[in-house]
């Protein structure tokens, strides 16, 4: 599974934002194609890396500094929390859909193990990403 996320990352970044310029609330913030995409080739990076090496189900081991990163430049962006999440959400649905038409090439004794881990670790970098975003509402909050 892996090797189909390495394989396919551009293709599936071009399906998550073709899906995500559906969504009239995302769209409202008048973002490049850039500046909505940047932080998935990375994305893709950790979840090849995730799917190759063992880790249970739920750790928190594994933390990414670009997912923190890409909390904090939501936040700056205009992002909502709610809008975060339908982007995360999008993303999964993207992963599910490349693995859907690369099924042939799956080996069935790993699949609900790999969807498993691939949506515990969209969560987990989502999880990241909105505790980075909550700080710095916080601290934008403190006076000055």
Known sequence: ??????????????????EVEKEDALMALPLSREERCKHLPQVFLDLARR????????TK????ESASNHGLERRRQGYTAAMMVEESRILQVTIFHTLQKNLGTIDFSI????????????????SQAMASYIAESIQDELPT
């Open 51 to 58: 799917l190759q090496v063992f880790k249970p189900l739920g």
């Open 1 to 18: 599974m892996a090797t189909i996320l390495e394989r396919t990352t551009e293709a599936s970044i071009a399906d998550w934002y073709e």
């Open 61 to 64: 081991e594994l933390k990414s």
């Open 111 to 126: 699949l609900l193990l790999g969807i498993m881990t691939i949506a515990d670790e969209v969560d987990s970098q989502l």
